[in-house]
C-alpha cells in the first residue's frame, strides 16, 4: 500500500511536469490553431540552457531560472515571427508540418553538436525529504510538483480573470468577431506563443534536475502532452491538469508494477480509447 | 471604411485577395505510358548496382508515400498510424515466410489483407474524429502499434526483430536489363510495378465518382448525407485502403531488406511519407511519386552535408510551405 502511494505521489510529480508542457500546448492549440509539435524541443533546449548556466558556468538555479524562462519566452517570440506568422492561414497541415521542421532543425542541429557527447544531468541545490504519512518524497519532488502546479493555477485564473486572458478566449472562440471588437489577434497571437514556450522552459528546467539530458529529451513529454490535450479537451486548461495529473500517475503505477516498456504502450492505449469515447475531449471546454 | 469586415475568403492570407496558381495536372493517358518506358529502361541507364539500389529505395518510399496521398487527398486526414500498418505488413510476411508457413506470393497477399483488417478496426472507432483529433488518435494508435512490435517479443522477435527473411522468387524470370546488371533488376522491376499499380488505384480513386464523392464530403458532409451516399462508408473505406497499401509498402520492404525491427515503423515512418505526400502535392500522385525519388536521391549526393541532413530537409520543407503559401495554396 505504501508502495503504491509512494508511486502515486512520483507519478503526481512527473505528472506536473506533463501539465506544464501540455498547458502551453493546449493553448497555442486552442489560441493560434498550431499543432505545434515542435514544442518538446523548447523543453530540450531549455535543459540545455540551464545545464549551460547551472553547470558550465556555475550560476546558482535559482538565478538561473528567471534567465532560461526569459530566453525561452525570446524564442518563442522569434519562432512566431519568423515562421508561423508568415504561414498565414495556409491552414492547419501547413502548421503542422512547419512545427515538425522546426522540430527537426533544433533537434537535428542540437544532435549534431551535443548528441556524441554522453548525457548530462543538474544536480538540485537542496537535498533532503520530506516525510507526509508514512510516505517520503525528496524536497527536489515536492519543490518541482509546487512550482508546476502554482504555475499552471496562475496561468488558469490568468485566462479567466484578467483583461489578456478575456481576449484570449475571444480570439479563440472567433478570431473574426474579436478582430471586429477591436482586439489585436496578432499580439494576442504572440503572447500567448510567448507564454507557451515559457512554461515549456520552466518545465525544461526541472526536468534538467531529474533526467540526462539528451537532444530527444522532450520527445515523450509532448507526445504525452499531445494526448493530455485531446483528451483533457482542445484549450482547456482545467482539462489538461486533471488529465495531465492522471496520466501521470496511471504511468507512474504501470512502471512500478508492470513493465517500464508496456506502460507507455498501455499509456497510448488508454489515450486513443479517450479519444474514441469522447471525440471533443474530457472537458469539452474551449480556453 | 474599406476593412474588410466579411469573413476571410478561405485560402488567402488575412483575408487579402491572392491570385491563386493553379496546381499543374497530367492526364493519366499521357503519363502513364510514359512512366512505364521510363521505369523500363531505367536500369539500363543507371547499369550499376548501387544506383539501382537507390532507385529501388525511392520506389519503396513512394508506396508507402501513395498510400499516404489517398488518405491526404481523399478524405483529407492524416494519420500517424500509418507507419503501424507499414509495421504490420512488414511483420506479417516476415513471419509468414521465415517459417516457412506460407510461399511469397500468398504471403504478401495475407500482409496486405492484415493491414486492411487493422485498418478497419482502427477506423471504425478513429473516423468519428476528425482532422486534428483524429491525427493524435492515430499517433496514439501509431505509438501503440510501434511498442508492441518492440515489446511482443515471442511473435515479432522483440528489439532483435527478424532476420533472414526470404525475397520474392524471382530468378529465372527473363529481364531485359539483366544483360547489363546481374542482381538487383528484377527487384527494381517488381516494386516499381507495384509503384505504377499504386499510382493508378490512387489516380483512379482520387478522380473518379468514388474521388468526387470524397471531395463533397470535405465540403459538407450534410449535403452528401442527403444525396444518399453514406460519408462514414466512404471514410472507412479509404482509410482501410490506404492501410493495406501501406501493408504492401511494409511487406515488399521486408522481402527487399530481409530483415523486419521495431525501429523501421514508428511514427517518424508516417510523418516521412506525410512529408513527401506534402512536398509532392497532396493529393498528386505523380508529385508524391517525384517527391520520393527526390527525397532517397539528393540526400545519396549530400554526403559532404550528411550530418546536417535532418536539418537541410526541415529547411527545405519549411521553404517549400512558404512558397505554397505564397502561392495561395491551401495546404
Redesign the interface.
Known sequence: MGLAVGYALNGLVLGALYVLVAVGLTLV?GVLRI?HFAHGVFVMVAAYLTFALVVAMGWNLLVAAPVVIVALGLLGLVLERV?YR?????????L???A??????V???F??FFGQEYARQVSFPLDGSVSLGGVTLSVQRVIALVVALAATAVLAWAVRHTKFGRATRAVAEDP?AAR?SGINVDWVHRWVFVIATALAGLAGLLLATFVPITPFLGDQPL?VA??I??VGG?GSVVGATVVGLALGVVESLLAGFGSQ??S??VV??I??VA??AR??GVQGARV | MTETISPPEPGTARGRRRRRIPVPRLPLRFALPLAIVLVAVAPLVFADAYRLRVATAAGLLAILALAMNLLIGGPGEISFAHGGFYGVGAYVLGILTVGNTLSFWPALLVATAAGTAVGVAVGIPALRTRTLSFAIATLGMGLFLANVFGGWTSVTGGSVGLANIPRAPLDGIPVPGSIFVQSGVRQFYLVWLVVLVVLVLNVVVLRGGFGNVLKSIKRSEVLVESLGFRPGFYRLATFAFSAGLAALAGGMYAQYISFVGPDNFTIFTAFNAIVVVAIGGLGNAWGTVATAIVLTVVPEYLHALDDYRVVVFAVLLFVVLRVRAALGWRT
Open positions: 492549440f499543432p515562421v508568415p504561414l498565414g492561414r495556409s491552414g492547419e497541415l501547413a503542422m508540418l512547419a515538425f521542421a522546426v522540430n527537426q532543425f533537434q537535428g542541429g544532435q549534431k473574426d471586429i507526445l499531445f494526448a490535450v485531446v482542445m516498456s508496456w507507455s504502450a497510448f492505449l489515450i486513443f479519444l474514441i471525440p471533443n
